[in-house]
């Protein structure tokens, strides 16, 4: 991606339509689906994340996509466990289904991330590595490997989503668990703004492991929010509520020098996540990351 063009594709994780006032995300905020796909497609994307809606068949969000003119960028699972509380085997069925929605998409990717808890304490001390455990990052690396033979099975692969406030927060342990299941089982979702926020070496992180990459979930972020939260000891919302994020282009990182780490022949997705909004309305928000986002990594179609 060196020379400015690029073959990747520009999706969106549509989550700023669920940004809530404290600084957290509530599903609920968004619009009804039908026209929140619509709202994406206007606003300048063509690809979006794929959620099957609750409630829906896989063929009715199809025909819904095919109706707007979107198409799919992968998905992401949340693991609700630790490998070590007893809810392993639910996580894993939970991972299956997911996985085969995926596979009767057409789709052959997937991240893979841990998740978070109001209180959890990590979320209370968030991107310092608090309560740093080796023992946990085995049990966690277990259930993944788990979790990527059956998904495997239906014939997507996941790909580790390291992400501030959870057991796999940090370069160190996003390189564990990577390390420790070859690229055919796992690969690799990085998140520019989480990385950072943690104090990662995001271009290297993403040079070392880029082979490994289908996706990316670019996300800007002011480093000095991130900094002096880590310094006072905030919790996540907190950092939130201080203005941490922002749509590309408006924050503090050099997204176009990350992300010139990837190969010049990468051609999977670059995902815009913006968790709360620095433009005010959603619908602005998402059109603004759009415009940045075609401006600074154009299509060599184009």
């Known amino acids: 991606m060196s020379d400015g063009s690029t073959s990747a594709r520009i999706a969106l994780n549509p989550i700023q339509w669920m940004a809530s006032d404290d600084g957290w995300l509530d ?5 009804a ?8 497609k206007q606003a300048g994307f063509d690809a979006v994340m794929a959620e099957v809606p609750a409630d ?15 198409t799919l960028a992968p998905g992401y699972f949340v693991c609700r466990s630790d490998g070590r509380d007893g809810k392993e085997a639910d996580v894993v069925a939970g991972a299956t289904a997911v996985a085969r929605q995926h596979a009767q998409l057409g789709m052959t990717e997937i991240g893979l991330g841990l998740a978070m808890g109001k209180e959890a304490r990590r979320v209370l001390h968030p991107a310092q590595a608090y309560d740093a455990d080796e023992s946990c990052v085995e049990a966690v690396t277990a259930l993944i490997a788990q979790i990527s033979d ?4 239906e014939g997507v692969r996941p790909s580790l989503h390291p992400h501030v406030g959870t057991w796999i927060e940090t370069e160190e342990e996003g390189r564990a668990v990577l390390d420790a299941l070859p690229s055919s089982r796992l690969g ?7 990385l950072v926020w943690a104090g990662a070496d995001v271009g290297a992180f993403v040079k070392d492991y880029a082979e490994r990459i289908p996706f990316v979930h670019v996300k800007d972020c002011r480093l000095s929010v991130a900094a002096e939260g880590r310094a006072k000891d905030w919790g996540y919302q907190q950092t939130v509520l201080g203005g941490l994020w922002a749509e590309p282009g408006r924050g503090e990182l050099d997204l176009t ?8 022949t990468f051609d999977g997705w670059l995902m815009v996540e913006v968790d709360r909004p620095d433009i005010a309305d959603p619908y602005e928000s998402a059109q603004e990351s759009a415009r940045w986002m075609q ?7 184009n």
């Open 27 to 31: 599903p609920s905020k968004a619009p």
């Open 33 to 40: 689906p039908e026209q929140r796909l619509s709202l994406i």
């Open 56 to 70: 829906w068949a896989v063929e009715k969000y199809q025909a819904v996509l095919d109706e707007v003119g979107l």
């Open 150 to 153: 059956a998904m495997l099975a």
């Open 188 to 194: 690799f979702l990085p998140d520019t703004g989480h």
């Open 257 to 264: 020098g990350i992300l010139g780490n990837l190969p010049d």
């Open 295 to 301: 401006s600074a990594f154009p299509s060599q179609e």
